[in-house]
């Protein structure tokens, strides 16, 4: 087959470039090794996360460093046997959370944020799939009134700068909000602007159904075997041998795979993270996803259930895996929120592509042209996948970005 635009990876990412790259009149093959948005876009919490302008850093006070270095807290967890090949990723991701320079960093990715709600919603709209995406925000719970004042002074600043806007609640306000949640809290910080899939891998497939709808080809694949040939591409696909003048390089956590044979040593990890789905008890509701700040762990009301995630795991992406956070997290969620027995037969995990600082990789690959780079999004891949797709689709077109893609560059590092 020969096309305009290949893209290899069908996660949320790969899917909206498929999109962007298509509705600019090129013809597009999307390529997965599997079925589309099985992976990391299946299992994630489903935030759009409009309030998330500072990426997730790495802490650098003494006492969280304590506490994460003992291995026993839910929202963090490591494997000792990783630290040797993690170990400089780890620095390098603890120096750019520095205070000024995570400061640095937020501006430059809030340009990439504050689009993340209206791209998506734009996509939705096409794809007959707003049903899909639940408005009213997020809220942080908290235990203390000590955190959760730290908290509201931090969306304060928030508000200032970013315009992000939110609701202080304090605990007769979040009870009334949430009257089944156990009344044991001191508030909660309910980000009014983000909004949420209450299925992500729905609605990932919404939009592949209108990608292919408009003629595009969702392909069986591996991306190890893709070759430069100039002036392009070539990839063997199920279908046969595939031809491309573009390759759009999405595959979130595997990105490696690709730009390693192609010579790039980028400086990517990953965090791991868990989930299981819960029935829930009796006529309880939880009305907004909301993350138990102080203990670590989120709780999503999702089309299957409330689906529990968990924060970060230092491992090696293909490493055993270990959901000791989930089995902390769960007797612990169980005293906050009526949750009944759990619906999947085991923990699902998937892996949040990372890059030391915080930034996703969005643009040109370096030394190739008709190359391009779409992964690194760490915590924020479904919330910038629709905002991802369209800077691919609109530097494919030689079009003017609609946000300055320097900053995402792959030669900064
Ligand atoms: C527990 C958890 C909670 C999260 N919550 C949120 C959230 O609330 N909001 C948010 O924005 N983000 C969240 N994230 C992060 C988010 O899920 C990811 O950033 C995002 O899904 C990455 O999307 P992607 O398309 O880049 O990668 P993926 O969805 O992983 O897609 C990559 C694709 O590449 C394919 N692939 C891999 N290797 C090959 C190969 N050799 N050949 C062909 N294809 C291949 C895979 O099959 C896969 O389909 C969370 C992550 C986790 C783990």
Redesign the pocket.
Known sequence: MQTDVAI????????CCALHAQARGRSVAL???????????????????RE?VYPYGFPHDFGALLRYGLNRTIDAHYHPSALPRIGPFLWKYWRHSRASRHAEIARLYERLIRH?VVEHDALAVQAGATALIRRGGWRKLFRTERERDKRFEEAARWKAEFGVNFQALDAKALQEAEPHLAPVLAGALHYTDPT?AVD?QAL?LAYLKLFRERGGHFLQ????SLEEKRPGWSLRTAEGPVEARDVVI??????D??TRALGYDLPLAV?????MHYRIAGQAKLNA?SLDAERGY?L?PMRGGIRL???AEFALRDAIRTPVQLGRAEPIARDLFPLAERVDPEP??????CTPDMMPIIGAAPRHPGLWF????????????AVTGRLIGEMIAGETPFVDPQPYRADRF
Request: glycine share 20%.
């Open positions: 290899l990876g069908a996660g949320m990412v790969g899917i390529v997965d090794r599997r079925g589309a948005a099985e992976e990391t876009s299946y299992g994630n919490a489903g935030l759009i996360q998330g993340c949420s992500p990932a694949g591996n991306a190890a999405a595959l979130g956590p595997w990105a795979v690709a965090k791991r993270g868990y989930h996803p989120f999503a995630t968990t924060g699902w995990m998937g892996s949040r592509p779409a992964f690194g999004h760490a915590h924020h891949g479904f919330t910038l996948g």
